[in-house]
């Protein structure tokens, strides 16, 4: 094959490899992506720092989620669930699905939980070890929220939802506060009233 022929064969090589490599490039473009299994903010990036309309609760704790009042709190300790097999050991915080859930407190995020009852669930340990903070039927978790990590105050960490045994047409935050003895586990310890916490003259 003289020169001529070894370059319109080049040409034809590098011509396949590039159709090739469009043809690769376009099919990758037409399928669909995956969605990330839990929500994630428009701008893809984490708020380290209280947001500007937190609200804080008589104790010191932020209310849980973003924009709401403590006004707009209803205490429902102790009322029947399950078709009044148990008591309610927490505080429900109504709110549009997807309204940010804030970190009550410092603290570590001990657990991310999937749970029948509960649905997507975080639990996060004061800095001290002597409080838990349990936030349930969560839509889903702040971007690259993950154990161990540190949270401070007002802090975003998940979105308000109605996942678990939640009524969908209702989506909401389920809030619980549990003390914590020595050695006891994320799941463990005795729950204490949160709206007193969390409204004033409570």
């Not at 999937?114 to 002597?130: F, L």
């Amino acid at each position: 094959m003289n020169r001529l022929g070894w370059t319109i064969l080049a040409l034809l090589v590098l011509g396949g490899i590039a159709l090739a490599t469009m043809v690769h490039l376009g099919s990758g473009q037409l399928s669909s992506p995956q969605r990330s299994p839990t929500p994630t903010p428009a701008s893809g990036s984490r708020v380290l720092r209280p947001a500007p309309s937190t609200a804080t609760g008589a104790s010191g704790l932020v209310i849980p989620v973003a924009g709401v009042a403590a006004a707009a709190l209803h205490d429902d300790w102790g009322e029947p669930r399950g078709g009044g097999t148990r008591a309610h050991h927490a505080i429900d915080i109504m709110a549009p699905k997807g309204t940010p859930v804030l970190a009550a407190a410092s603290g570590r995020i001990e657990k991310l939980f999937e749970s029948v009852p509960g649905g997507h669930t975080v639990y996060v340990r004061s800095e001290d070890g002597g409080t838990v903070y349990y936030y349930a039927h969560l839509d889903g978790y702040w971007l690259g929220l993950h154990e161990g990590q540190p949270v401070l105050p007002g802090e975003r960490i998940a979105f308000v939802g109605a996942t678990g045994d939640a009524d969908p047409g209702a989506p909401h935050l389920h809030f619980e506060v549990k003390r914590m003895a020595a050695g006891e586990r994320w799941w463990q310890g005795t729950n204490v009233d949160p709206y007193p916490l969390l409204v004033p003259g409570r």
